[in-house]
């Protein structure tokens, strides 16, 4: 089982920027794919981001251009730089990590941070 933590959640002015990270701990799957969801008051969870090891990051159309996930493997640890804030970002962030190990998927979320994007 891996344990994920969240931090950098906050509260934000529009067209401001945050960074979230997730360290992961525990036993790491490779490959592997680490994600950012978020889920809205009264909405479903959605996918935010996601980039598998090695591999090229995707992005929701809501926040292309304006998001970037990356990751370090070394230190375990998924990013996600969010510039250009609008208030329907606000939400609380959820890391995710997908691993498999001898064709069975392990998946793992941490426990989320609150983003708040408000004047």
């Known amino acids: 089982q891996v344990q994920l933590v969240e931090s950098g959640g906050g509260l934000v002015q529009p067209g401001g920027s945050l960074r979230l990270a997730c360290a992961a701990s525990?036993?790491?799957?490779?490959?592997?794919?680490m994600a950012w969801y978020r889920q809205a008051p009264g909405k479903e969870r959605e996918l935010v981001a996601a980039?598998?090891?090695?591999?090229?990051?995707n992005y929701a159309d809501s926040v292309k251009g304006r998001f970037t996930i990356s990751r370090d493997n070394a230190k375990n640890t998924v990013y996600l730089q969010m510039n250009s804030l609008k208030p329907e970002d606000t939400a609380v962030y959820y890391c995710?990590?997908?691993?498999?190990?001898?064709?069975?998927?392990?998946?793992?979320w941490g426990q989320g941070t609150q983003v708040t994007v408000s004047s």
């Open positions: 995710y990590n997908r691993g498999y190990n001898r064709g069975v998927a392990y998946i793992d």
């Open positions: 525990g036993i790491m799957f490779s490959p592997n794919e």
């Open positions: 980039v598998w090891s090695g591999g090229s990051p």
